[in-house]
């Protein structure tokens, strides 16, 4: 077994996780993943496809749950908690930028990005919930839907709405993987951000190299597995690794 961890503060700790799908031909989808995130630390999490990156997340954020082994959110046992308590936990802790931004077409940007603290039953703070939207470029535009937005002004309204709960951790599922190459770059910039000025832990699945080399460190995955990491990682450091992978899983189907 690899085991990655940090020094830091962990937020999220995995540990020994395994996830089956069940079914006519069950698939293990992870298999005794023990993995920690840290306060402040970005870590990106790549793999070749079907590796179980984004059930990894799943299992984290309190989306599904293990099969066997156990999940700690911010000092909660997430993975035998049930509802409603899990919902509140993840409300109170966890932020989410998905590629398909997920904003509400029917809100204005500002009662997108507020609906996290509402729905977590928080007095919304509109101070911070302003500073974010300025961090983020996007004064000025509180008014508008989505829908009047372009696609990089779309996932820094996400991001601000995930910042602006004051999320221990964030976990992107490939973030930038619907914007151009500059738009993502920006949105990777305010994820570096959200890490070294606000303290918080993101957790990002990626296919892009480009995108992995803006994380203190990259976790890899294949075939269910951890299969080792990179710490302080550069482009053609991933990108090597991953080729090595993507090879390795092709030799085995
Ligand atoms: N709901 C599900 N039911 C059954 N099998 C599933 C389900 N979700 C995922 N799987 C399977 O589990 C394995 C891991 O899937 P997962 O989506 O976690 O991989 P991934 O690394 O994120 O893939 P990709 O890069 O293609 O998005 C795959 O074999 C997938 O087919």
Not at 68 to 79: E, F, K, P, Q, S
Not at 90 to 99: K, L, N, P, Y
Not at 176 to 185: E, F, K, M, P, Y
Not at 202 to 215: E, G, K, N, R, Y
């Amino acid at each position: 077994m690899v085991k990655a961890t940090t020094r830091t503060t962990d937020v999220v700790e995995l540990a020994g996780v395994s996830r089956t799908y069940p079914g006519g031909t069950a698939v293990q989808a992870l298999r005794d993943v023990t993995v920690s995130f840290g306060a402040g630390t970005f870590t990106a999490v790549m793999g070749p496809s079907g590796s179980g990156k984004s059930t990894l997340l799943h299992c984290a954020a309190g989306l599904d749950r293990p099969t066997t082994g156990r999940v700690r959110l911010a000092g909660n046992d997430i993975a035998t908690v049930r509802e409603p308590r899990l919902t509140k936990i993840r409300r109170a802790h966890v932020g989410f930028v998905f590629q398909s931004f997920n904003l509400i077409d029917s809100l204005t940007v500002w009662q997108n990005v507020m609906l996290p603290q509402r729905l977590a039953g928080r007095r919304p703070d509109r101070r911070w919930a302003r500073e974010v939207l300025s961090r983020v470029g996007l004064v000025g535009r509180e008014h508008h839907r989505p829908v009047q937005l372009s696609g990089g002004q779309q996932q820094r309204v996400a991001l601000a709405r995930a910042l602006a709960a004051r999320p221990d951790v964030i976990f992107g599922d490939e973030p930038t993987g619907a914007l151009d190459l500059g738009t993502g770059r920006e949105v990777l910039a305010l994820l570096r951000q959200s890490v070294d000025e606000f303290g918080a832990a993101v957790v990002m699945v990626t296919h892009d190299p480009a995108a992995a080399a803006w994380a203190d460190r990259v976790v890899f995955l294949a075939d269910g597995r951890l299969a080792g990491e990179l710490a302080a990682p550069d482009v053609e450091q991933v990108t090597a690794r991953m080729t090595r992978l993507t090879a390795t899983a092709a030799g085995v189907r």
